[in-house]
T-cell receptor, first 111, second 114 residues
Framework: DAGITQSPRHKVTETGTPVTLRCHQT?????MYWYRQDPGHGLRLIHY???????DKGEVSDGYSVSRSKTEDFLLTLESATSSQTSVYFC??????????FGEGSRLTVL | DQQVKQNSPSLSVQEGRISILNCDYT??????FLWYKKYPAEGPTFLIS?????DKNEDGRFTVFLNKSAKHLSLHIVPSQPGDSAVYFC?????????????FGRGTSLIVHP
């Protein structure tokens, strides 16, 4: 257990509104990730971070931005939410061997 | 282009029998492979892994086999139990930016019948 807490766990919002999802870890893992899970698509990487202020894009980064100002927090922002961003979002941290530890997920619905 | 493919969306097995979940990959640069298990409304949990330099890794009822020449790996669960019913994700990783970046398959839903 790598102590990942995601907030909010559920959110309903309207198209065009900004949304920020927060991921907090209680351990000081250097690596943190944001994935989205959609039916038929599995888990797809949005962005990841390998240190404070060090982030990079994943395969589905369009429409998303991230920030990591502290080791323990990794924020995912949708500047202007669209219905295609309705999904379950998972934050994870992990060792440099690739073993990730996931949070419980944040379910986002964009109407 | 899918780098990690799980071609069977679902698998049904009788309790006590063997479950075999398959995974194919296209990227020969993967260093490490992992299997994750996911229950509904929960986050995925790490199950077992294997380095690309090995061909087998075993942990209790779970064994992962890697065939690099065929770019294929499989997860064997023996004996299968009803509590194993979940979605299983296969992932391959490449080191980038100082970290391993896992690429996941689409998952296989395993149902173990009592």
């Amino acid at each position: 257990d790598a102590g990942i807490t995601q907030s909010p766990r559920h959110k309903v919002t309207e198209t065009g509104t900004p949304v920020t999802l927060r991921c907090h870890q209680t351990e000081n893992h250097r690596y943190m990730y944001w994935y989205r899970q959609d039916p038929g698509h599995g888990l797809r990487l949005i962005h990841y971070s390998y240190g404070v202020k060090d982030t990079d894009k994943g395969e589905v980064s369009d429409g998303y931005s991230v920030s990591r100002s502290k080791t323990e927090d990794f924020l995912l922002t949708l500047e202007s939410a669209t219905s295609s961003q309705t999904s379950v979002y998972f934050c994870a941290n992990g060792r440099n061997t690739g073993e990730l530890f996931f949070g419980e997920g944040s379910r986002l619905t964009v109407l | 282009d899918q780098q990690v493919k799980q071609n069977s969306p679902s698998l049904s097995v009788q309790e006590g029998r063997i479950s075999i979940l398959n995974c194919d990959y296209t990227n020969s640069m993967f260093d490490y492979f992992l299997w994750y298990k996911k229950y509904p409304a929960e986050g995925p949990t790490f199950l077992i892994s294997i380095s690309s330099i090995k061909d087998k890794n075993e942990d209790g009822r779970f064994t992962v086999f890697l065939n690099k020449s065929a770019k294929h790996l499989s997860l064997h669960i023996v004996p299968s139990q009803p509590g194993d019913s979940a979605v299983y994700f296969c992932a391959g990783t490449i080191k980038g930016g100082g970290s391993y970046i896992p690429t996941f398959g689409r998952g296989t839903s395993l149902i173990v019948h009592p």
